[in-house]
């Protein structure tokens, strides 16, 4: 059996759900420019992927965008985030912000 990928269709248990959600709670409406946070983590690609996937076939027009905030300050490799996100044809920003250097500074 083949190996799944971070590109292969997602179930249709996931798209219903998120189909669902979005309309139950207008959380999407014509025009709607959104933001999400990358972090790299499981939510958050299944998040931008299933939104990705609904703005290519719902009748809602939105604009969607990434953004990932850079913990180490500038040294993170983020090269295949940024490589999925445009696999996914998501603008993709990243922030650095020295998260870990000022943890270590203050001891905590």
Known sequence: ??????????????????????????????????????????????????????????PVPFELRGCFVDPTGGSFDAAPLRALAERLELPLQTRPYPIFPLLEERQE
């Open 1 to 58: 059996m083949a190996e799944k990928t971070a590109l292969d269709p997602l179930s249709r248990t996931i798209r219903r759900g998120l189909g669902q959600a979005v309309e139950t709670f207008s959380m999407i409406r014509p025009g709607d420019r959104i933001l999400l946070g990358f972090s790299g983590g499981k939510d958050s690609l299944l998040l931008a992927r299933g939104l990705a996937e609904l703005r290519r076939r719902s």
